[in-house]
């Protein structure tokens, strides 16, 4: 029985034992802070229905055309035709440039129907004197050495009276005034034409102007209706009916110009021009003009060669035309 009660006793101190050694705090243990993870960023999912195409958000530009290619203009030949556009516009650009010792003695008279040989130098004016006769045009031509480019000037009077008239000196009237007929429209050793008329008898002042740097010889020309000449082919007034025709037959003198003028008498007609090689072959048409103006055309050839001008009333009415061929045949 004691001995009983001796091993319960045993087992309740070793339980109250125990029971106290649990209530007893702990001693602390501190712990390594766990790092810190990045906040994960989630990936944009597809959208759920994507569109069957995407618009572009600006319109592409056109595309750029390809530029035409350049046009060669043609470098004229020997056998070249040119044809002269008797017209008011544009202006031929007049040079500045003139003789210092040009004065009234330097004008030199000469007379219809005869070529004038001249010598003219670089930005010069050459000027010329000729007896006009009221209502009769006169027609005025210059040919020159192949290297000098030449224009031509019309004044309707005596050049020294017109500047008094207009207190000038020659010379400002030559550089600033507007002359009754100018032509400058051909190259270097091409021919420059010119047909006017004066509404009075008395002086008609034709000029010959140069270019830049251009020197040599010309020789000028000026016929009209009353005056013969060795160098004119044909020099008729003719009539003709509306859209009538009439054509004349020329040879050149070896390689020396030939050249046609049809003048209207009245203001209301209009003339051409064709100007073909005897074998029918057309070289040129001159219909540049309206009514009441001139047209002429020219050819300068290597050897003699036969041509066919062919005249024409284009107006709507019958009329008088003044007809004029010139086979120049004058040596420099």
């Known amino acids: 029985m004691k001995k009983r009660f001796f091993v319960i006793l045993a087992t309740t101190l070793f ?64 056998t070249s035709v040119v044809s002269f556009a008797a017209t008011d516009t544009p202006t031929p650009t007049r040079l500045p440039g003139i003789l210092p010792t040009l004065t009234p003695t330097a004008m030199t008279p000469m007379e219809i129907g005869q070529g004038f040989p001249g010598e003219i130098g670089s930005n010069e004016f050459r000027i010329h ?29 005596n050049i020294n009276e017109l500047a008094k008239e207009s207190e000038q000196s020659v010379q400002d009237l030559l550089i600033t005034a507007k002359a009754d007929r100018e032509a400058n429209f051909n190259e270097a050793g091409l021919m420059e034409t010119l047909a006017f008329t004066p509404k009075e008898d008395g002086d008609v002042t034709i000029v010959v ?70 074998n029918g072959i057309v070289l040129t048409t ?17 050897t003699t060669t036969g041509y066919a001008f062919s005249f024409t009333n284009l107006s709507g009415q019958a009329g008088l035309f003044q007809i004029l061929v010139v086979a120049m045949q004058d040596p420099f």
């Not at 029971?19 to 994960?40: F, W, Y």
């Not at 618009?55 to 203009?73: G, S």
């Not at 025709?245 to 070896?254: D, I, M, R």
Request: hydrophobic share 35%; charged share 15%.
């Open 15 to 78: 339980l109250s034992g125990l029971l106290a050694a649990c209530e007893t705090e702990p001693d602390s243990v501190a712990l390594a802070p766990l790092p810190t993870l990045a906040a994960t960023v989630p990936l944009p999912l597809p959208p759920t229905n994507p569109p069957a195409t995407l618009e572009p958000t600006h319109t592409p530009p056109p595309p750029t055309e390809t530029p035409a290619p350049p046009t060669e203009t043609a470098v004229p030949t020997e």
């Open 129 to 157: 004197l000729v007896e006009g006769v009221a209502e009769q045009a006169i027609f005025a031509a210059v040919r020159t050495d192949p290297t000098v480019d030449v224009g031509l000037l019309i004044f309707d009077g």
């Open 209 to 278: 102007t140069s270019s830049a740097g251009d020197e040599g010889r010309y020789r000028l020309y000026a016929f009209d209706a009353a005056s013969a000449s060795p160098n004119v082919v044909y020099n008729q007034t003719v009539e003709l009916g509306s859209e009538q025709s009439t054509a004349v037959s020329a040879t050149s003198n070896g390689g020396k110009p030939v050249v046609a003028f049809i003048n209207p008498l009245d203001s209301g007609l209009d003339g051409q021009v064709v100007l073909s090689q005897d």
């Open 286 to 302: 001159s219909n540049y003009v309206g009514a009441g103006l001139y047209e002429s055309a020219f050819h300068q050839p290597r």
